[in-house]
T-cell receptor
């Protein structure tokens, strides 16, 4: 069975510092996709970044990068130069890579608080 | 180009009543997914639908819950005889295809409170 583990329930970081949010996953499928979503207090789910299991390079999107270590089954999110607006819940999710469906398995989330 | 639209954003029901949540996918998207988020938890998959078909309902509770995506109109998630444990945020997402590529677009969610 697929599983996503986020071991940090909460993190507190000073503004402008970089922050790493941990995510480990468990799957027996060779093909899968990994996602990070941001959920601010308003509640919507905002897509941040995606990494495919066969992608050779780590994904990057602006200030977001995904530190993908396949052998360790980890997909940590790195946010550089954090801003106050980064305060939110962050969810790591995995999609099974075989036939059909955007069926994601989510972790429990990490609540990130950026301090001024 | 409107995103995934969900309504109502907030719904309050008393125990035993019915709740209907609606989702209009992004333009051109024919694949719809419903997820449920209990307080302080991640989202959990409920059901995947294409127009007029339920493709995967492995995450749906066996009783009281149903979903449809008619040929015309929005997808509907229906909860009959609601109980307090149904209080959650229900998210709809859509994609252009059912293939395992690209982004899944989420709506803003519908928050159900059962009194």
């Amino acid at each position: 069975a697929q599983k996503i583990t986020q071991t940090q329930p909460g993190m507190f970081v000073q503004e402008k510092e970089a922050v790493t949010l941990d995510c480990t996953y468990d799957t027996s499928d060779p093909s899968y996709g990994l996602f990070w979503y941001k959920q601010p207090s308003s509640g919507e789910m905002i897509f941040l970044i995606y990494q495919g299991s066969y992608d050779q390079q780590n994904a990057t999107e602006g200030r977001y990068s995904l530190n993908f270590q396949k052998a360790r089954k980890s997909a940590n999110l790195v946010i550089s130069a954090s801003q106050l607006g980064d305060s939110a819940m962050y969810f790591c999710a995995m999609r099974k890579g075989s036939q059909g469906a955007q069926k994601l398995v989510f972790g429990q989330g990490t609540r990130l608080t950026i301090n001024p | 180009n409107a995103g995934v639209m969900q309504n109502p954003r907030h719904l309050v029901r008393r125990r035993g009543q019915e709740a209907r949540l609606r989702c209009s996918p992004m333009k051109g998207h024919s694949h719809v997914y419903w997820y449920r988020q209990l307080p302080e938890e991640g989202l959990k998959f409920m059901v995947y639908l294409q127009k007029e078909n339920i493709i995967d309902e492995s995450g749906m509770p066996k009783e009281r819950f149903s979903a449809e995506f008619p040929k015309e109109g929005p997808s509907i998630l229906r909860i009959q005889q609601v109980v307090r444990g149904d209080s959650a945020a229900y998210f709809c997402a859509s994609s252009e295809t059912g293939a395992n590529t690209g982004e899944l677009f989420f709506g803003e969610g519908s928050r159900l409170t059962v009194l």
